[in-house]
């Protein structure tokens, strides 16, 4: 379920909005973010606050692949793997990094720190390669800079758990 | 580096995007409120159309003249959306564009909006340009508190609020019908027209969609006139300029400004800073995934709508990819044809089940598994992608086909010798 808060806040917002439906990818992406990921329970309560279907509701979330259908990780890695990125050993990157994460594609570590995905071209391919962490573009990349950034991010991880 | 008068640039900082201040400071917000006080739509409609300002989005249709779609009995309310969803390979001059100068695609709107009294704009733009969507959400608000948008507009009668809508991703939420319903919460698949969205788009409403960068130079063209805006290009059938956007194997990927009709050697050369040392120029694709492969022999042709056109290429975007001797011309196209069958909404057959079955065909070549009747099923293959619901498949049939015409030799080689000889980078 959701909280009471959100719940109200996302009614709010819902009602004071002329065409609901416009609503609907910013209203997923919230329980996303609360929840980490839309559980079939979370595609209902959507559906119910928009008086659809859940059908209608999953039929959204499994189009885009910004919005997860199954449990990811603290964060996301959408690496692009179109062709400037390709071209700049992308695909050595890619490499590195599942070795360094021990995990594949579409998975997610056993410390439920980071899941990678491969995504299209993300926009940045003056910066080839490029990844997002959690929607934030790091590039150009090669395996150092790669290991940097895992460092920090286990490190950020680890001391924001430490903090709270 | 270059002399060239830079008009969608002008206020670009290397670190920084340009304020409210230093927008008006340059003029910027002049053309919307002589608009809004002192000419009628039609007048602004008609400056865009004598300005030859092409649509910069890939297909190139005169924005004056879409605006002019809109009939002059069509309902209320009537909606402007700006298409911020480049998603082509190799395509990144909105995001640079919004990051420069975000008031300029606002002021662009709202003057798109003012010609065809409307007055919502939606900008749909990608997740992954969630700095440049925050970045708009804030410009915006800082723009209605300064009276340039939202209620009245400079006083006038005008008014206009611009919203922005997040994507969640797809390729295909870029193509106009599919960004409707995406914005409507159906699934994103393409519609074929009638009716036109000018007639009935977002919510039933009349709708004109427009390109993040031809929305951009909409503020200047009024401002300055079509005759001047005209006179940008270097040759007589463009107009304005462009943002080329360079990346791949050249010295200094990055986004440029220079008048249309540049010829194509000066973009690679002089302005992206020519070839990465120690190693020489193959081919480029001139304007992102769905165009055809330009060789050595294309290098000095102007890069226009109409002169390409001309020689059975694209300016689509003007993303220009640039590839190296050392690259693998089939392995590239593999990659290209991997992000449309990926990107494939799936509703009609060539398209869902034809790019699955190229892809495996160059998968194959690739990794010295061709066969040579493989090439007459891939030539096959790509006419019948012509035959698709929208533009997606033969969007990707182009870089294909580019392929089999213009480097017949690379794909004969790895069927022949059964490897890729460029193995370093195969995949
Ligand atoms: S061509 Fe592809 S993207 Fe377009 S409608 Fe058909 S399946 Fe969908
Ligand atoms: S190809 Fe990777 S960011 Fe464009």
């Avoid at chain 1, 991880?157 to 903090?163: L, S, T």
């Avoid at chain 2, 053309?31 to 300005?51: C, F, G, S, T, Y």
């Avoid at chain 2, 400004?257 to 050697?265: D, F, K, S």
Wanted: hydrophobic fraction near 40%; proline fraction near 6%; glycine fraction near 10%.
């Amino acid at each position: 379920m959701l909280p009471e808060p959100l719940q109200t806040e996302l009614k709010e917002k819902i009602a004071s909005c002329e065409h609901p439906r416009e609503l609907v990818i910013d209203v997923l992406t919230a329980i996303q973010e609360h929840h980490g990921h839309l559980s079939d329970e979370a595609v209902q309560d959507a559906a119910a606050l928009f008086g659809l279907t859940p059908l209608e509701i999953d039929e959204l979330a499994t189009f885009y692949p910004f919005l997860y259908r199954q449990p990811v990780g603290r964060y996301v890695i959408h690496v692009c793997d179109s062709v400037i990125c390709w071209m700049e050993n992308g695909k050595g990157l890619i490499e590195h990094l599942q070795k360094r994460l021990g995990i594949a594609m579409g998975e997610t570590t056993p410390d439920g720190l980071f899941t990678l995905l491969p995504v299209c071209c993300i926009g940045y391919c003056d910066r080839a390669p490029a990844i997002l962490v959690n929607r934030k573009v790091h590039g150009p990349l090669n395996p150092a800079l790669l290991d940097e950034l895992i460092d920090r991010l286990q490190r950020q991880a680890r001391d924001g758990e430490a903090a709270s | 580096m270059s002399d060239y008068p830079q008009v969608l640039f002008r206020n670009r900082k290397p670190d920084r995007i340009a304020t409210l201040a230093e927008y008006r400071q340059s003029g910027g917000y002049e053309a919307l409120a002589d608009a809004v006080r002192n000419r009628n739509p039609k007048a602004i409609q008609e400056e865009l159309l004598a300005a030859q300002l092409l649509g910069r989005g890939g297909a190139g249709f005169p924005s004056g003249k879409k605006l002019m779609t809109v009939a002059d009995d069509a309902p209320f309310p009537r909606y402007i959306v700006c298409n911020a969803d480049e998603m082509e390979p190799g395509t990144f001059k909105d995001r640079v564009l919004i990051h420069a100068d975000p008031h300029q695609l606002l002021e662009g709107m709202a003057l798109a909006g003012y010609a065809i009294s409307a007055s919502v704009g939606v900008i749909f733009i990608r997740p992954e340009y969630e700095s440049a969507a925050r970045i708009l959400e804030r410009e915006i608000g800082l723009a209605m508190g300064a009276g340039c948008l939202g209620k009245r507009i400079f006083g006038s009668g005008f008014s206009f609020d611009i919203v922005v809508h997040r994507s969640a991703g797809r390729y295909i939420c870029g193509e106009g019908t599919a960004q409707l319903n995406a914005l409507q919460a159906r699934r994103p698949n393409p519609k074929l027209p009638p009716p036109y969205a000018t007639e009935k788009g977002l919510w039933n409403q009349p709708t004109v969609q427009q390109n993040v960068e031809t929305l951009c130079c909409m503020p200047h063209v009024i401002r300055n006139g079509a005759a001047w805006f005209k006179a940008l290009a270097l040759t007589p059938t463009g107009a304005g300029t462009k943002i080329y956007g360079v990346s791949g194997k050249v010295r200094r990927p990055g986004c440029y400004e220079l008048p249309m009709g540049v010829p194509l050697r000066e973009i690679i050369e002089v302005h992206a800073g020519g070839m990465i040392d120690g190693l020489r120029f193959k081919t480029c694709l001139p304007g992102g995934a769905s165009t055809r492969f330009m060789t050595e022999a294309h290098l000095d042709l102007a890069m226009d709508f109409e002169s390409l056109k001309a020689k059975g290429h694209r300016l689509g975007t003007g993303a220009v990819m640039v590839f190296d001797e050392q690259t693998c011309l089939v392995g590239a196209t593999l990659n290209l044809i991997e992000f449309f069958a990926r990107e494939s909404c799936g509703w009609c057959t060539p398209c869902r089940e034809g790019l699955p079955y190229v892809r495996d065909l160059l998968w194959r070549i690739e990794n010295g598994l061709g066969e040579p009747w493989f090439v007459g099923a891939l030539q096959q293959m790509s006419k019948h992608l012509w035959h698709s619901y929208c533009a997606l498949a033969p969007g990707a049939a182009s870089p294909l086909e580019s392929l089999l015409t213009d480097f017949p030799e690379e794909v004969e080689d790895h069927i022949r010798h059964k490897r890729c000889r460029f193995s370093s980078s195969a995949g």
